[in-house]
């Protein structure tokens, strides 16, 4: 498995005309943007450290520490398999080996929807039924909010109970 390392390591070596600088608790780092989320005019990308970061300029955040995934909630308005290919696209087209995209956080997005409302919640819904992998998190989320409502959620405890019981 690839790491923060490894992925620092290959950031390392990427054209460095492509990073913008910003400011992180008074250290100047480096950013490439890598991909646009739609509607905001914020960009996905890998800092200098290998983390995955999103925001826009110089105003910039780890994805492991935006608060419900705010900033990636617009992600949820396409379809789940338009955003994988589109993102890898742009990670390849940047020089990126296909493999970084392993670190990058796709529950993120997923989660941050499923804790809203209203649309962001249906258009992770709608992931969900598109194939996203449901897990412990996502079907406590998702039954705390619906009990017993949201298909995917229902066939992973059925699958789930028919592995355990399969003896």
Not at 1 to 14: E, F, R
Not at 135 to 149: L, V, Y
Request: negative net charge; contains cysteine; charged residues 30%.
């Amino acid at each position: 498995m690839i790491n923060k390392k490894s992925i620092a390591a290959i950031v390392s070596n990427l054209d460095k005309s492509k990073f913008l600088k910003y400011d992180r608790n008074g250290e100047e780092r480096f950013w490439m943007p890598i991909f646009e989320v739609p509607d905001e005019g914020n960009f996905l990308g890998l800092n200098d450290h290998g983390e995955w970061v999103c925001g826009k300029e110089e105003w910039i955040r780890r994805i492991d520490e935006i608060d419900n995934s705010f900033m990636l909630l617009p992600i949820l308005g396409m379809k789940r398999k338009e955003f994988v290919l589109n993102f890898k696209e742009a990670v390849v087209g940047n020089g990126i080996p296909e493999t970084v995209m392993n670190t990058f956080s796709f529950d993120n997005i997923l989660i941050g929807g499923l804790q809203s409302y209203g649309d962001d919640f249906n258009k992770a819904v709608a992931w969900l039924d598109d194939g996203y992998p449901v897990d412990e998190t996502i079907a406590s989320i998702c039954d705390g909010k619906h009990p017993n409502k949201i298909g995917a959620v229902i066939r992973w405890k059925e699958e789930r109970l028919k592995t355990i019981l399969s003896v």
